[in-house]
């Protein structure tokens, strides 16, 4: 009986804690939202009580260009992806297999693009995308983008791969397998994990990039981030719909995320249990 | 092994250096080049001749394509409703990028430190002209302007506000005060310096507005919490920034007769603790003290507006047209209860100073379009645009007096209480109060982080914290050659 109790207070304490934490962890999005439905008259003079509108949807979504930046978000943040898992899973797996001369060095340089900050490199890259044409281009915001998202991909998926033990591909190529079958059949489905997490991760570093968004493109390109602080106009804050902007700006994030939990979960766990 | 890896990275860190300093020197090279021209720029002489022919005419850059960068602000959006209207007259395609205030100036910075051209044409205000002109990186207007061939009959330059149309002005040398000199940008509106005041709260308590320094400060001690807890007298800016000290900080300043620099054997001296630079800043602090929000170090435009219209303060000592925001139908809480009064002064004095704030256009120096450049820039700062502008985007204070004497303007602007008098009153007086020179941004920064110190209690006296903040300003400026 007395364990039973012990139990069922011990569980009673977990879950509060854990409810409160989730309140803890919720509320900014829960105000978020909330002041989504306030006009910029109530914003100072209200907290839960006040007259709910949709204007700032209407605003942002159907009389600003902010769908539009959406859509440019998610052309070059998902082709920035998809150009470094391309490149880059090949990449990851000769950095892990193959010994060759400055292999250390090559994953270094890969990793120190990581290292200055955009700002620090931004003028010499606005020349060089300017004399080659691709300044305000999705090929230009794509290309640089590689540098958030190739050395993030490359790292953890080389992790990966080395700690597929290598028998399972000599068995393989024993069995009849050509290379290339036993890369996409055999080890991408061991690393696929590893290589959701990273893909994801990067997705949102590239989501969430500023600098580059902001001073390589924005005549014809434009991307969420830069978008949403078009709200903080001259005359005030509209935190209404800036917050409308942040919250449509979370949904492929939360979506995808949700997608592939699955994988994310076990793919962020992987490397813990390493020996 | 770990230094062979050392100098691995050393090297590679090198290469991106020096790769970096040759992409930067080959715009330097420009700049020399471009230097070289400045009495005789082929592209003004190149539009001269292309408008030569037949005169002026709005069509005569027909098929040129430009790129304008604006900063998210009322007077863009006007701008971006008449583009098309711009290209219909003149055969002109326009590119525009909008860019929030916090970053644009980052932005444009970068494009023109390029010297690619791109943008053709960028919105600024005056003080950043001072870093763009001494670097070379803006066109003067000048040669334009005077042409009669590439500027229209009708555009009247003297029917600009002389303070405001001077703001863009300057000779480059660094202690000459704007005004004359080179015109760089051409304003497309601005604001000066007032007292916007809650009429009701003044009213209800049957309080007068305060005419000085002094009288305000005693009102100030009679609206704490003027309406309960969270509610204080006065807002105005405070935050570790310049735009701290240009609005009201800085008008008060000249009203106390205190100077920021003075040129003294051919150099820049900051007179930052002179005893009228100090006692104005005491009065200043005591003011903070009594009247200001407790969380003063902090606010920017923003807060400081925002708190007049949810009326959370009974004044605000800021632009006018912050006020303005805030009073337009709808806008906040305290929508019409919001009136104007000229700034108070200090005891015994007369003349009204107040600074200003103008957003311009200007011209990329190394811009390939400068005739169609030039086209926009006079299209949108024109009489006719800036009375559309005014009246139908509410886009104020317009630069151009022709604006201020139409009846339908008046007739809006005197639904706010007390505007058209404090404008009137002040513009006589209105001029840039700063010194111009290039390390502006890095002097009055210093000087806002100087005055939250003072204000925080982190020196002995108000004459402590100036002295350290003129060593500071004059150790900015040491280099400058002032002739």
Same mark, same amino acid.
């Given at each position: 009986?007395?364990?039973?109790?012990?139990?069922?207070?011990?569980?009673?304490?977990?879950?509060?804690?854990?409810?409160?934490?989730?309140?803890?962890?919720?509320?900014?999005?829960?105000?978020?939202?909330?002041?989504?439905?306030?006009?910029?008259?109530?914003?100072? +003079?209200?907290?839960?009580?006040?007259?709910?509108?949709?204007?700032?949807?209407?605003?942002?979504?159907?009389?600003?260009?902010?769908?539009?930046?959406?859509?440019?978000?998610?052309?070059?943040? @998902?082709?920035?992806?998809?150009?470094?898992?391309?490149?880059?899973?090949?990449?990851? *797996?000769?950095?892990?297999? *193959?010994?060759?001369?400055?292999?250390?060095?090559?994953?270094?340089?890969?990793?120190?693009?990581?290292?200055?900050?955009?700002?620090?490199?931004?003028?010499?890259?606005?020349?060089?995308? %300017?004399?080659?044409?691709?300044?305000? +281009?999705?090929?230009?915001?794509?290309?640089?983008? %590689?540098?958030? +998202?190739?050395?993030?991909?490359?790292?953890?998926?080389?992790?990966?791969?080395?700690?597929?033990?290598? /028998?399972? /591909?000599?068995?393989? %190529?024993?069995?009849?397998?050509?290379?290339?079958?036993?890369?996409?059949?055999?080890?991408?489905?061991?690393?696929?994990?590893?290589?959701?997490?990273?893909?994801?991760? @990067?997705?949102?570093?590239?989501?969430?990039?500023?600098?580059?968004?902001?001073?390589?493109?924005?005549?014809?390109? /434009?991307?969420?981030?830069?978008?949403?602080?078009?709200?903080?106009?001259?005359?005030?804050?509209?935190?209404?719909?800036?917050?409308?902007?942040?919250?449509?700006?979370?949904?492929?994030?939360?979506?995808?995320?949700?997608?592939? %939990?699955?994988?994310?979960?076990?793919?962020?766990?992987?490397?813990?249990?390493?020996? | 092994?770990?230094?062979?890896?050392?100098?691995?990275?050393?090297?590679?860190?090198?290469?991106?250096?020096?790769?970096?300093?040759?992409?930067?020197?080959?715009?330097?090279?420009?700049?020399?080049?471009?230097?070289?021209?400045?009495?005789?720029?082929?592209?003004?002489?190149?539009?001269?001749?292309?408008?030569?022919?037949?005169?002026?005419?709005?069509?005569?850059?027909?098929?040129?394509?430009?790129?304008?960068?604006?900063?998210?602000?009322?007077?863009?959006?006007?701008?971006?409703?008449?583009?098309?209207?711009?290209?219909?007259?003149?055969?002109?395609?326009?590119?525009?990028?909008?860019?929030?205030?916090?970053?644009?100036?980052?932005?444009?910075?970068?494009?023109?430190?390029?010297?690619?051209?791109?943008?053709?044409?960028?919105?600024?205000?005056?003080?950043?002209?001072?870093?763009?002109?001494?670097?070379?990186?803006?066109?003067?207007?000048?040669?334009?302007?005077?042409?009669?061939?590439?500027? =229209?009959?009708?555009?009247?330059?003297?029917?600009?506000?002389?303070?405001?149309?001077?703001?863009?002005?300057?000779?480059?040398?660094? =202690?000459?005060?704007?005004?004359?000199?080179?015109?760089?940008?051409?304003?497309?509106?601005?604001?000066?310096?007032?007292?916007?005041?809650?009429?009701?709260?003044?009213?209800?308590?049957?309080?007068?507005?305060?005419?000085?320094?002094?009288?305000?400060?005693?009102?100030?001690?009679?609206?704490?919490?003027?309406?309960?807890?969270?509610?204080?007298?006065?807002?105005?800016?405070?935050?570790?920034?310049?735009?701290?000290?240009?609005?009201?900080?800085?008008?008060?300043?000249?009203?106390?007769?205190?100077?920021?620099?003075?040129?003294?054997?051919?150099?820049?001296?900051?007179?930052?603790?002179?005893?009228?630079?100090?006692?104005?800043?005491?009065?200043?602090?005591?003011?903070?003290?009594?009247?200001?929000?407790?969380?003063?170090?902090?606010?920017?435009?923003?807060?400081?507006?925002?708190?007049?219209?949810?009326?959370?303060?009974?004044?605000?000592?800021?632009?006018?047209?912050?006020?303005?925001?805030?009073?337009?139908?709808?806008?906040?809480?305290?929508?019409?209860?919001?009136?104007?009064?000229?700034?108070?002064?200090?005891?015994?004095?007369?003349?009204?100073?107040?600074?200003?704030?103008?957003?311009?256009?200007?011209?990329?120096?190394?811009?390939?379009?400068?005739?169609?450049?030039?086209?926009?820039?006079?299209?949108?700062?024109?009489?006719?645009?800036?009375?559309?502008?005014?009246?139908?985007?509410?886009?104020?204070?317009?630069?151009?007096?022709?604006?201020?004497?139409?009846?339908?303007?008046?007739?809006?602007?005197?639904?706010?209480?007390?505007?058209?008098?404090?404008?009137?009153?002040?513009?006589?007086?209105?001029?840039?109060?700063?010194?111009?020179?290039?390390?502006?941004?890095?002097?009055?920064?210093?000087?806002?982080?100087?005055?939250?110190?003072?204000?925080?209690?982190?020196?002995?006296?108000?004459?402590?914290?100036?002295?350290?903040?003129?060593?500071?300003?004059?150790?900015?400026?040491?280099?400058?050659?002032?002739?």
């Amino acid at each position: 009986m007395n364990l039973k109790l012990k139990r069922i207070c011990g569980a009673s304490v977990r879950n509060t804690l854990l409810a409160l934490y989730a309140v803890f962890a919720l509320f900014p999005i829960f105000w978020m939202i909330l002041i989504t439905f306030k006009t910029d008259a109530e914003m100072y +003079t209200t907290t839960f009580i006040f007259h709910p509108t949709l204007h700032n949807y209407e605003e942002v979504l159907l009389r600003t260009d902010y769908f539009w930046a959406f859509l440019d978000n998610i052309i070059v943040s @998902s082709l920035a992806v998809v150009v470094s898992v391309l490149a880059g899973v090949p990449a990851a *797996y000769a950095l892990a297999r *193959y010994k060759f001369r400055g292999k250390e060095d090559l994953a270094f340089t890969i990793l120190s693009f990581k290292f200055a900050p955009e700002i620090l490199v931004i003028l010499p890259l606005f020349m060089i995308y %300017q004399k080659l044409g691709i300044f305000d +281009t999705y090929f230009g915001l794509i290309w640089v983008y %590689q540098l958030i +998202t190739m050395p993030l991909i490359i790292w953890v998926v080389r992790g990966y791969f080395e700690d597929v033990n290598i /028998e399972i /591909e000599q068995a393989a %190529q024993l069995d009849g397998y050509p290379w290339y079958s036993v890369f996409l059949k055999i080890l991408l489905p061991l690393i696929k994990p590893g290589l959701v997490a990273a893909a994801l991760l @990067s997705f949102i570093f590239a989501w969430n990039s500023f600098t580059f968004p902001l001073l390589l493109s924005g005549f014809k390109i /434009e991307t969420v981030t830069v978008a949403s602080l078009k709200y903080i106009a001259s005359d005030t804050v509209h935190y209404g719909q800036m917050a409308v902007a942040a919250t449509v700006a979370v949904i492929p994030e939360v979506v995808l995320a949700l997608l592939i %939990q699955k994988h994310l979960v076990r793919g962020l766990s992987f490397g813990a249990v390493k020996g | 092994m770990r230094l062979t890896f050392k100098l691995a990275v050393s090297v590679k860190i090198v290469l991106v250096m020096c790769f970096s300093l040759f992409i930067v020197s080959c715009g330097k090279k420009e700049q020399d080049v471009s230097g070289k021209q400045a009495a005789t720029d082929e592209a003004v002489i190149q539009a001269q001749q292309a408008a030569g022919v037949n005169g002026f005419s709005w069509d005569m850059a027909k098929g040129a394509k430009i790129k304008v960068l604006l900063n998210q602000h009322m007077y863009a959006e006007a701008i971006i409703k008449k583009i098309a209207d711009f290209t219909q007259k003149t055969g002109i395609e326009v590119d525009y990028a909008i860019t929030p205030e916090e970053n644009y100036f980052d932005k444009v910075t970068t494009s023109l430190n390029s010297r690619s051209g791109d943008p053709d044409i960028f919105m600024t205000g005056a003080y950043q002209i001072w870093e763009y002109g001494a670097a070379n990186f803006i066109q003067d207007l000048t040669p334009f302007i005077e042409d009669s061939n590439l500027t =229209g009959p009708d555009y009247d330059i003297a029917d600009f506000y002389e303070g405001v149309l001077g703001a863009c002005r300057w000779d480059l040398i660094p =202690g000459h005060k704007t005004g004359a000199g080179p015109y760089w940008g051409l304003p497309l509106g601005f604001e000066i310096y007032s007292l916007a005041y809650n009429k009701k709260v003044f009213a209800d308590r049957g309080l007068a507005v305060p005419k000085t320094m002094e009288e305000l400060i005693e009102i100030c001690e009679k609206l704490k919490e003027f309406d309960g807890r969270g509610t204080y007298p006065i807002a105005f800016r405070g935050s570790r920034n310049w735009a701290t000290i240009h609005p009201g900080y800085m008008s008060t300043f000249a009203n106390y007769g205190a100077q920021d620099f003075v040129i003294e054997n051919c150099k820049l001296v900051s007179k930052v603790n002179s005893p009228e630079s100090v006692k104005m800043t005491e009065d200043w602090v005591k003011l903070i003290k009594v009247g200001g929000s407790p969380s003063w170090s902090s606010y920017t435009w923003y807060q400081a507006g925002a708190d007049l219209g949810a009326g959370k303060a009974a004044m605000l000592f800021d632009a006018d047209i912050n006020g303005i925001h805030q009073n337009w139908k709808g806008a906040s809480k305290e929508t019409g209860n919001i009136a104007w009064a000229v700034m108070p002064l200090p005891a015994g004095q007369q003349t009204l100073n107040s600074n200003l704030w103008t957003w311009a256009l200007a011209m990329n120096k190394s811009s390939k379009n400068k005739l169609a450049a030039w086209l926009f820039m006079q299209y949108f700062t024109g009489k006719e645009y800036a009375l559309w502008a005014s009246l139908e985007m509410k886009s104020v204070d317009p630069a151009r007096a022709s604006v201020w004497e139409n009846s339908e303007f008046k007739k809006m602007m005197s639904q706010q209480s007390g505007y058209l008098e404090t404008f009137k009153a002040t513009i006589n007086g209105t001029r840039i109060l700063f010194t111009p020179q290039p390390h502006f941004f890095e002097t009055t920064t210093e000087w806002a982080a100087t005055l939250q110190k003072i204000v925080a209690g982190q020196y002995d006296s108000v004459q402590q914290g100036m002295d350290e903040l003129k060593e500071k300003m004059d150790e900015a400026v040491e280099y400058l050659k002032t002739e």
